[in-house]
Every structure is written in C-alpha cells, then in structure tokens.
C-alpha cells in the first residue's frame, strides 16, 4: 500500500534549486560560491549514475556540503536553502530567526 502523503523528491531538481538560490541570492563571493556550485554539480553526475539500491548515498553527499558550508539561521538565503532540502512547507519568514528575535 502506498502512502498518498509520500512524494518522491528528485536530486537533481532539489539540487538545481539550490543552485539557483546560491547564484541569485547568496551573498558569497564569486569563487566561493563557484567552489560550492561545482561540487554539488558533481553530486548531480554521480546521481545519475548511481544504482537505485545506493542513491541514498548521493543524498547524504548533499546534504553534506550543505552543512559544511551553510547555516541557516545565518541568513535568509541560507533558510532557504535549508526549506528546499528539507522539503519544507511555509515561506523563508517561518523559518528564520534573527539574533535577539523572539519568535
């Protein structure tokens, strides 16, 4: 029986959104954020071509980057970031919290 509540998330889309939110948004310097680009380009290349049985292991790659190099109580861009890969509902407002803020 399936759960209908269950959708499955493709890599390579999260992955370009994320993107997509480093070159737009990100206050990071060029090369840093080209650094970070690229090695989340080669996490793309190696989903596609990962067995079904370990694709699982390209996940947490990315999910590694993210943790190494992102906070996202840092920034607004860096929640973002962070709803995307989680899969979160709600807007970046929901999530991130200023120094001293009380929510």
Not at 49 to 71: D, G, H, M, T, V
Not at 73 to 85: D, L, P, V
């Amino acid at each position: 029986m399936k759960n209908k509540d269950y959708k499955p998330r493709n890599l390579i889309e999260i992955a370009d959104k994320i993107i997509e939110v480093i070159s737009s948004h990100s206050d990071l310097k060029k090369e840093r954020a080209d650094m970070i680009i690229n090695q989340i380009e080669k996490v793309k290349k190696s989903y596609s071509y990962s067995a079904p049985e370990i694709i699982y292991l390209r996940w947490e790659e990315l999910a590694n980057i993210l943790s190494r190099y992102f906070i996202p109580s840092n920034s607004k861009w860096e929640t973002e970031i962070m709803i995307i890969f989680n899969d979160l509902s709600g807007t970046v407002d929901d999530y991130y919290e200023k120094e001293g803020e009380i929510k």
